[in-house]
C-alpha cells in the first residue's frame, strides 16, 4: 500500500509539522549533517516497528536514538560512563554515535533485542529542531532501502521511500555526507565499530587507546550488523583499487582501457587529479573533488554513486584514498560496495 509522501520545508512550519507526526507516531525523512535520517518516535514500539517496515531492514540491526541535547541522555541510557561527557563536550552535537548501556525505556526493537543503545545528538540545525519539537528521542536509521546508498539529499529519499513515509523535510544536501562513527563504549577499551564523521586520530586525541573493529573473516560474533559487507551495493559491480597513488592510477588506466576495447561501459569514481588523467579512456566519470580535500570526496561520494549506477555502466571502478581522517570512512564504505571485489597493490 502506498501512501502520499508530503516534502515539507526547512523552517518552522515545515519542522512543526514534522514533530506532529513523529508525536502521532508516523515515520518522517529528516536531514542530518551526516545523511538524511528515517526518523520515528524512539520510545514509541509501533514507530519503531514501522521504521524496519520502511526500510526492509532486518529486525536484528538495531537503531540510532537521536537526542536534542546530550542532557537527555539518562532518558535513554542506565549508565553514563565518564569517558562521555569528555566525549559529548568535544564532539556533540556531531557525528559521532555512542554504544551505552540500554535505559529501560528504550523499546527492545530499538536495540534489536540487545541491551546496549546507540546514541546520538546531531548537529544538522533542522534535525535538532525536529528532535527539541517533537519532545521525544527519535529512532533514526539513515532514510534508505536496506542494503542500499545512505542518502544525503531529499530527492534520493523519496527514490528509496516515497510512497513509504509520510515527509521528508527538504533541507538540501547534507554537509558530511558519510555516516557517524559509531564508538561502543561497553567495552573495556573504547572500540569504533564503524568509522564516519569523527576520526579515528580525533576520537584517540580525547580517550588515548582506541581500539577498532577489524571486519570480515567473521571472527566474532556480529557487534554491529551494518558491518555487513551487503551494505551500500551499488547494481554494476564496483572494484576498489588500494596502493600508492601512481601505481593505482595505472592500475586504473589499464582495466578501464581494456574494459572499453571489450566494448564495455566503465564508470571511474576517483578524484579530480584522476578525472584528468584518464579523460581520455571515453569512460563515464564522477568527479570527487581533489583527493587532498578529503571532506569534498565525503560529501559527493554518495551522490556521485547513486548517480553513476543509475546509468547501469558494465563496471566502477574507484580508487582508495588511505585512511587518515575521514579517508578510513570512505575506505570502509567503497569496500562495502566492492564486496570483495579490493585490489589491493604492495607499494614495492
Ligand atoms: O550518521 C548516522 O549515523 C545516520 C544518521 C541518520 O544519524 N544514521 C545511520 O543509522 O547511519 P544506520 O541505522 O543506517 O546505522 C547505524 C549503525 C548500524 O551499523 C547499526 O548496526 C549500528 O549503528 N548500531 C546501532 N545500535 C547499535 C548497538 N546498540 N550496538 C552496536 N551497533 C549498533
Ligand atoms: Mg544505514
Excluded at 568535544?90 to 534489536?112: H, I
Excluded at 541491551?115 to 548537529?123: D, H
Excluded at 544525503?152 to 558519510?178: E, F, M, N, S
Excluded at 579523460?279 to 580535500?293: N, Q, T, Y
Aim: aromatic share 2%; proline share 9%.
Amino acid at each position: 500500500m502506498s501512501i502520499d509522501t508530503q516534502i515539507l520545508p526547512p523552517d518552522a512550519a515545515g519542522i512543526a509539522a514534522a514533530a506532529a507526526l513523529l508525536r502521532a507516531g508516523q515515520l518522517v525523512a529528516f536531514p542530518t549533517e551526516t545523511v538524511y535520517g528515517l526518523g520515528g518516535d524512539a520510545l514509541n514500539p509501533a514507530a519503531v516497528a514501522a521504521i524496519f517496515a520502511a526500510k526492509g531492514r532486518p529486525a536484528d540491526d538495531p537503531l540510532i536514538v537521536h537526542l536534542a541535547d546530550a542532557a537527555d541522555l539518562p532518558r535513554v541510557a542506565a549508565a553514563v560512563p565518564p569517558a562521555v561527557q569528555e566525549l559529548a563536550a568535544a564532539f556533540w552535537p556531531g557525528p559521532l554515535t555512542l554504544v551505552l548501556e540500554r535505559g529501560p525505556a528504550v523499546p527492545l526493537a530499538v536495540t534489536a533485542g540487545g541491551s546496549t543503545v546507540a546514541v546520538r545528538v546531531p548537529a544538522h540545525p533542522v534535525a535538532r529542531a525536529l528532535i527539541a519539537a517533537a519532545g521525544t528521542p527519535i529512532a533514526a536509521p539513515s532514510a534508505n532501502r536496506f542494503g542500499h546508498t545512505s542518502p544525503t539529499t531529499a530527492a534520493h529519499v523519496l527514490a528509496d521511500l516515497g510512497g513509504r513515509i509520510a515527509a521528508v523535510i527538504d533541507g538540501g544536501p547534507t554537509p558530511i555526507g558519510v555516516e557517524s562513527t559509531v564508538l561502543d563504549l561497553t567495552r573495556p577499551t573504547p572500540t569504533v565499530l564503524r568509522p564516519g564523521g569523527v576520526s579515528l586520530e580525533e576520537l584517540q586525541a580525547h580517550v588515548g587507546e582506541v581500539a577498532v573493529e577489524s571486519r570480515g573473516a567473521g571472527a566474532q560474533p556480529l557487534r554491529s550488523p551494518g558491518l555487513l559487507e551487503r551494505h551500500y551495493a551499488p547494481h554494476s559491480p564496483l572494484w576498489l583499487v588500494i596502493g600508492p597513488e601512481g601505481a593505482a592510477q595505472a592500475w586504473l588506466r589499464e582495466r578501464a582501457a581494456t574494459e572499453r576495447a571489450a566494448g564495455r561501459q566503465v564508470g571511474l569514481l576517483v578524484p579530480d587529479e584522476d578525472a584528468a588523467l584518464l579523460a581520455d579512456l571515453g569512460a563515464d566519470i564522477e568527479p570527487l573533488g581533489p583527493s587532498a580535500a578529503l571532506d569534498s570526496v565525503a560529501r559527493r561520494l554518495y551522490a556521485a554513486l547513486r548517480a553513476l549506477d543509475s546509468r547501469r555502466p558494465d563496471c566502477i571502478l574507484a580508487r582508495d584514498l588511505g585512511e587518515r581522517g575521514l579517508a578510513r570512512a570512505i575506505r570502509d564504505r567503497l569496500s562495502r560496495a566492492a564486496a570483495g571485489r579490493v585490489v589491493v597493490l604492495n607499494s614495492g
